[in-house]
């Protein structure tokens, strides 16, 4: 198969060409930095720079570029970067995909939870519909809509409404990693927000068997079937890093500091994955204890 990545140089995307290099694929990654790929993807992993280089008949297409939207404050400038990075290269992939005489059987497109916004304790299904209408959820409703467009051109598309991804070689955990051993760990703000996590191993998983299964298709989520508040994260990460984790970081000062930023921690989603347990998806970690036991020792 040969299979074509956008941002195939993140965390998820370097992670997906390894699962597939080893299975024997084809790969290609559009990047603005084509001659990095091969670097960080594995040597047969071709780089381009336009999609007009892609001489071969792409079989699916991974859609997960996009700018990291917790990195800095979301100022005018940072949000139109958020946007054009996903809603603008999404168009310019669709166009693309319509001018090819042989399409691509699959779109898998990248997008997050937080397209259902701030949903308190409310349990949120794929069948649930957006909850609150903030920026992120703006972002990835915006996002979903564009890829949803390739149904048009007859290729199946699946949304992935991804979670907080734990992996030791980056993201989210990479940002906590200093201030909890440094005993400067804890919840954020009064810690009961829901977080919804999954392994990286899952992610990598969920991904490919969504790949090769011809009837899936729309949205799925993402993330482990027990998300867990803010606070039981916090003390469960303290215990496998073996550190104190009681100094809270209060709203306040979040807000103050980071703006409207702050909503994205301070909120949260209580998210199961309802359509992939339906689906005959087997999650290899479903506790987050034994999720960041098992990367405790790369941490």
């Not at 990047?31 to 960080?40: F, G």
């Not at 299904?125 to 903030?134: H, I």
Request: aromatic fraction near 8%; include cysteine.
């Amino acid at each position: 198969m040969h299979i074509l990545l956008t941002g195939g140089t993140g965390l998820i995307g370097r992670q997906l060409c390894q699962h597939w290099l080893a299975q024997g694929h084809r790969l290609s990654v559009w990047s603005r930095h084509p001659e990095q790929v091969a670097k960080l993807c594995g040597g047969q992993v071709q780089g381009v720079a336009r999609l007009q280089d892609i001489n071969q008949p792409v079989d699916a297409v991974i859609n997960l570029a996009g700018a990291p939207i917790a990195d800095r404050p979301w100022t005018h400038k940072r949000k139109a970067l958020l946007w054009s990075s996903r809603i603008g290269l999404t168009e310019t992939l669709l166009a693309w995909l319509d001018g090819l005489e042989h399409k691509p059987g699959v779109l898998i497109s990248g997008s997050a939870v937080g397209w259902y916004g701030d949903g308190g304790e409310r349990e949120l299904t794929e069948d649930s519909g957006p909850v609150q209408d903030d920026f992120p959820s703006q972002l990835c409703i915006a996002w979903e809509e564009t890829a949803q467009r390739a149904e048009s051109f007859g290729v199946r598309v699946v949304l992935v409404r991804t979670g907080l991804v734990l992996a030791a070689e980056g993201g989210f955990l990479s940002r906590l990693l200093l201030p909890f051993k440094l005993a400067l760990g804890g919840p954020i703000g009064n810690g009961r927000q829901w977080m919804p996590w999954v392994h990286i191993k899952d992610q990598i998983a969920l991904i490919d068997f969504l790949l090769h299964k011809t009837d899936a298709r729309g949205p799925y989520n993402a993330c482990a079937p027990q998300p867990v508040r803010n606070l039981e994260f916090a003390k469960t990460l303290g215990k496998v890093l073996h550190r104190p984790a009681f100094m809270p970081m209060p709203a306040f000062a979040l807000r103050i500091g980071l703006g409207e930023l702050s909503g994205l921690l301070l909120g949260g989603q209580r998210a199961v994955p309802q359509r992939l347990l339906a689906a005959g998806f087997t999650f290899q970690f479903t506790e987050l204890h034994a999720a960041l036991d098992d990367l405790s020792s790369r941490l």
